[in-house]
């Protein structure tokens, strides 16, 4: 192999080296010009350090005799993650179907149905939660409602790229024969589709058992209301308790959640 070969075999590693070199300069670069924009220091995660230790040890001697008020706090937000999965995922059913592109051919209606999902993904969970509390006000209603909003959102994103990775053979088969859409959609795509929706569904279960969580602390219900209560009061015993419950229960959903997942994947 000739010199002049072997220097335009190794253009590409040296065109690699660089740009990852490039980059490497660009991210340290950014991480200053960060710190001293936001002026943050890690000397000042310190400081307190001992007020958070003098904390720690009070939650971690937790108050048991508040859990007869912390059980049904935490079924009404485990009601709130239920409720809020199952209306977001039947939106986003609907919704997926629609956007999807082996399924709908008009490009201007997938196009604008597309836009109006990307804003509304683009709003965070706690924004929602806050948006809700203000038009119907204090109560698990505002989590429910945000929880279905953020649900679509999740499951939707997911379930029409699913769709649009199906085996196209069905579909042109039916087509053939004269189906219509809805005898297609039953008969060639959601046979492909279902564990795939229901499994999305599961995950989106997961996220909204701890995001109903913090949705409670903005006001909208459930055992968050009562950990924002404990807090301001600096009863950090009850605090403690609050926390081992909403350890506990979500450890133990994300495991049963996964395990399912796991099965209908196989």
Do not use: C
Not at 52 to 61: K, L, N
């Amino acid at each position: 192999m000739s010199k002049t070969e072997q220097d335009l075999m190794s253009l590409p590693k040296k065109k690699f080296k660089f740009m990852n070199l490039a980059w490497i300069v660009i991210l340290v670069a950014g991480l200053f010009v960060s710190i001293n924009v936001t002026n943050t220091h890690l000397s000042e995660l310190f400081a307190n350090f001992g007020q958070f230790t003098e904390i720690f040890v009070q939650m971690s001697h937790p108050d048991w005799s508040y859990s007869s008020t912390v059980i049904p706090l935490l079924l009404e937000t485990i009601k709130m993650a239920v409720l809020g999965t199952l209306f977001g995922s039947i939106v986003a059913f609907v919704y997926s179907l629609l956007i999807a592109r082996n399924i709908v051919k008009n490009k201007a209606v997938t196009g604008t149905l597309r836009v109006i999902m990307n804003i509304i993904r683009t709003i965070p969970d706690l924004l929602l939660g806050a948006i809700f509390v203000a038009i119907v006000g204090i109560g698990p209603v505002a989590g429910i409602l945000a929880l279905s909003v953020f649900t679509f959102g999740v499951v939707v994103k997911l379930f029409y790229e699913a769709i649009e990775t199906i085996d196209p053979g069905p579909i042109e088969a039916l087509i053939a024969v004269g189906a219509n859409k809805l005898q297609i959609i039953h008969f060639a795509v959601l046979p492909q589709i279902m564990t795939y929706f229901i499994s999305y569904v599961l995950y989106a279960f997961e996220i909204n058992v701890r995001a109903s969580t913090v949705l409670g602390y903005l006001g909208a219900g459930g055992i968050g209301l009562y950990l924002q209560q404990t807090l301001q009061v600096f009863d950090y015993a009850k605090t403690g308790t609050i926390i081992i419950v909403i350890i506990v229960v979500v450890v133990i959903i994300d495991y049963i959640s996964s395990k399912s997942r796991e099965a209908l994947m196989r």
